[in-house]
Every structure is written in structure tokens, then in C-alpha cells.
């Protein structure tokens, strides 16, 4: 009876010693990761979808977005961007590319913005003097202002590069909601 006292209790202190060293060593590698990860509580992801629809019209847009937070204040990143655009009988338009943007928070409820775009535009016009395509790259430097609630900023900015002949947007101003998560 106590030689199976002593195994027992030998295999109880055994078994105690190898779980609670084991889960000593886990908690030592899970600090580590932490102190390693710290990169990723500074990304925030979010963009943009966008659809419209009309009597021959369609519009579909998606633009995700990263952003890195340096600290409260200041924040950079990058977006990508597809379009897709069609007016019946008239018009159809592809376009992608990218951008780099820069944020820019004086006060909490302010966030200040620049973005610079390069997109690819490949467009066909369709009409009774035939098709004509028109493949080129557009660039545009958006400077902005929007008020900001938490991860969402509501705002407008202004297109400095916008040239009414030459450019895919009608306008050099154009509203803007941003969100981040």
C-alpha cells in the first residue's frame, strides 16, 4: 500500500511539473509574439464600394484601403481601385490603379487628407460616326477636409491636376466618405 502511495505520488508530481513548465514556457513565447506583432494594432483596413444604376446607365466601383496609424495624428497608406462605367449606345469605361495617401488629424473631429491616384483608363466611345477607344494613364492629387466621428471621416476634396478637357472626372470637387476598421 505504500509502494502504490509512492508511485502515485511520484506520478501526480511528475505530471504537475511537466504541465505547469510547459505552460510557463507558452506564456513566455506568447509575450514574445506580442512585442513582435505590434506592426498589425496599427493597421487599420476600410475603402470604398460604390453602384450606381440608371435608365441605360451603370457605374460599379471597390476600392480597398490600408492606412498605418504613426501615432493619434498621422496616418499613410495605400488603396487600390477598379471602375466600371457604362452609358447604353454611348459609352463604357474600365479603370484601375492605386494611390497613396496621407492623413493628417490636428483635432479629433478634423482629419485633413492627401492622396495622389494613377489610374489606368481604357474607354470606348460609341456613337453614329462609329467607336473610338482611348487607352491612357490619368494622375490626380486630391487635397481634402472632412469631419471625423470615430472611423468615419465625411468630407470633400479638391482634384489640384483636373482638367475639364482631359480627365475622368466631371469635377475637380468631389464629396468623400471614408471608413476604417
Known sequence: MKKNFVINLTLLLTIVFLFGFKSEIYAQQNTEIKTKSDF??????GGGLGLGIGNGYTDIM??????????????AGISTQYSYVKQRDFYSANMYGGSLIALFNPIEELQISTELEQLRVNRTFN???????????????????????ENVTFGVRYNVLHRDRDNIY????????????
Open 127 to 149: 456613337d453614329s460616326f462609329g467607336n473610338n477607344s482611348q487607352d491612357f494613364w490619368n494622375t490626380s492629387l486630391f487635397l481634402g477636409a472632412g469631419f471625423r466621428n
Open 40 to 45: 498589425w494594432n496599427h493597421v487599420q483596413f
Open 170 to 181: 466631371a469635377e475637380a470637387f468631389m464629396p468623400f466618405v471614408r471608413i476604417f476598421f
Open 62 to 75: 471597390v476600392a480597398p484601403s490600408a492606412i498605418y496609424n504613426f501615432n493619434s495624428f498621422v496616418s
